[in-house]
T-cell receptor, first 112, second 111 residues
Framework: SQELEQSPQSLIVQEGKNLTINCTSS?????LYWYKQKYGEGLIFLMM?????EEKSHEKITAKLDEKKQQSSLHITASQPSHAGIYLC????????????FGKGTSLLVTP | DAMVIQNPRYQVTQFGKPVTLSCSQT?????MYWYQQKSSQAPKLLFH???????NEADTPDNFQSRRPNTSFCFLDIRSPGLGDAAMYLC??????????FGAGTRLSVL
């Protein structure tokens, strides 16, 4: 089965600083999804990447899927307290109706 | 505006007492999922419905059952909750491949 490893596990950054979260897969990624989860709540969709080399941006968040399609990164520019939460990467589970297999998440805290 | 609605948000049950969690969606998506998420862990797929077809993950305990009476609603039944079943339960929907929408979750406590 596919495993997704996220790094770092947790991150504390000062407001205004940039940061990067990585997601490494044990197998080729055919669909990679980034979600944000606020503590004790559901998952909010951020971005979906499907093609090797693909890069997408939304506001101050940029996600990339590397050419070999086994790693993705999420980059936040000029972090704000509203960026705090848990960031999860997810990948399609074959033969499971497009269900997702998730990494354990990266917990982000942004300090003033 | 909520598109995937889970009720209740918090549920407390007693050890061994059956409990049902509910999920409804306004997106008319054909696929619905139930995930279990324990503290500081990744969400884990329990089962999913592709239209009316029920698909159980191999390692989902028999204690967990699900019903989908129509496109909009899906229920998670835990027949005899144990302490180890305390977790956040997430319902999600999708229309084939693409974005999966999640509800806010139901946090289950077992006393």
């Amino acid at each position: 089965s596919q495993e997704l490893e996220q790094s770092p596990q947790s991150l504390i950054v000062q407001e205004g600083k940039n940061l990067t979260i990585n997601c490494t897969s044990s197998k080729t990624l055919y669909g990679l999804y980034w979600y944000k989860q606020k503590y004790g709540e559901g998952l909010i969709f951020l971005m979906m990447l499907q093609k090797g080399g693909e890069e997408k941006s939304h506001e101050k968040i940029t996600a990339k899927l590397d050419e070999k399609k086994q790693q993705s990164s999420l980059h936040i520019t000029a972090s704000q307290p509203s960026h705090a939460g848990i960031y999860l990467c997810g990948a399609d589970i074959p033969h499971s109706g497009y269900a997702l297999n998730f990494g354990k998440g990266t917990s982000l805290l942004v300090t003033p | 505006d909520a598109m995937v609605i889970q009720n209740p948000r918090y549920q407390v049950t007693q050890f061994g007492k059956p409990v049902t969690l509910s999920c409804s969606q306004t997106l008319n998506h054909n696929v619905m999922y139930w995930y279990q998420q324990k503290s500081s862990q990744a969400p884990k797929l329990l089962f999913h419905y592709y239209d009316k077809d029920f698909n159980n993950e191999a390692d989902t305990p028999d204690n967990f059952q699900s019903r989908r009476p129509n496109t909009s609603f899906c229920f998670l039944d835990i027949r005899s909750p144990g302490l180890g079943d305390a977790a956040m339960y997430l319902c999600a929907t999708s229309r084939d491949i693409g974005q999966t929408f999640f509800g806010a979750g139901t946090r289950l406590s077992v006393l």
